[in-house]
């Protein structure tokens, strides 16, 4: 089991997707869809431009690790605001939508894979802060950190396990009611 950190730099509810019953990261960090596995976690950490560096927007557990194609035909999924790529005759196709252009799509096809969890605590604008004992440890920063001990990951497992229950405790800290109204999603 590994456990990947991150700056969530925009939250908007897109990338990571905590609504429907699912959060998913089917766009942006190309890198920790790519080699991060089932079993594995994922941390949010907020940024200075929304909640705070110190506070965690999200933490997620992959429990299914999909390729775009299958995400974008997968009636789960169907009307997700981040289910926006598919390949058609071997090119990478965009949905239309208001979070990402065409000038992403080579950024976020970098790697064929969406990350999925049907076990995850979704904070946003109510993000909590680290406790004291893990933020020499977990900060944030540029790209991501997963080199962390199984030590270290069970403690933060546990600590947010014995404080919080899954599930959605806040909207995005940048939530745009109506984007998502235009997209047919609910929070």
């Not at 969530?8 to 991060?36: E, H, M, Q, W």
């Not at 390729?67 to 598919?86: V, W």
């Not at 944030?140 to 405790?169: A, D, M, Q």
Request: aromatic fraction near 16%.
């Amino acid at each position: 089991m590994k456990l990947y950190t991150y700056v969530v730099a925009s939250d908007t509810g897109f990338a990571p997707n905590p609504f429907d019953n699912y959060c998913s990261l089917a766009c942006c960090k190309p890198v920790i869809r790519r080699t991060a596995n089932v079993g594995d976690w994922i941390i949010g950490i907020g940024s200075a431009n929304n909640v705070g560096n110190e506070k965690i927007i999200y933490t997620m557990e992959v429990t299914e690790k999909i390729h775009f194609n299958n995400y974008y035909k997968d009636k789960r999924f169907k009307n997700r605001a981040d289910n926006i790529y598919h390949k058609y005759k071997g090119e990478w196709k965009q949905k239309e939508n208001p979070f990402h252009n065409e000038n992403d799509t080579k950024h976020d096809t970098n790697t064929e894979f969406v990350l999925i969890s049907d076990n995850y605590y979704y904070f946003g604008k109510n993000a909590i802060v680290l406790p004291d004992e893990f933020k020499n440890n977990i900060k944030g920063g540029r790209g991501h950190r997963n080199y962390y001990s199984e030590k270290f990951i069970h403690k933060v497992l546990t600590w947010l396990n014995e404080n919080y229950s899954p599930g959605i405790y806040a909207k995005p800290c940048d939530y745009k009611k109506e984007l998502w109204n235009k997209n047919k999603c609910s929070l």
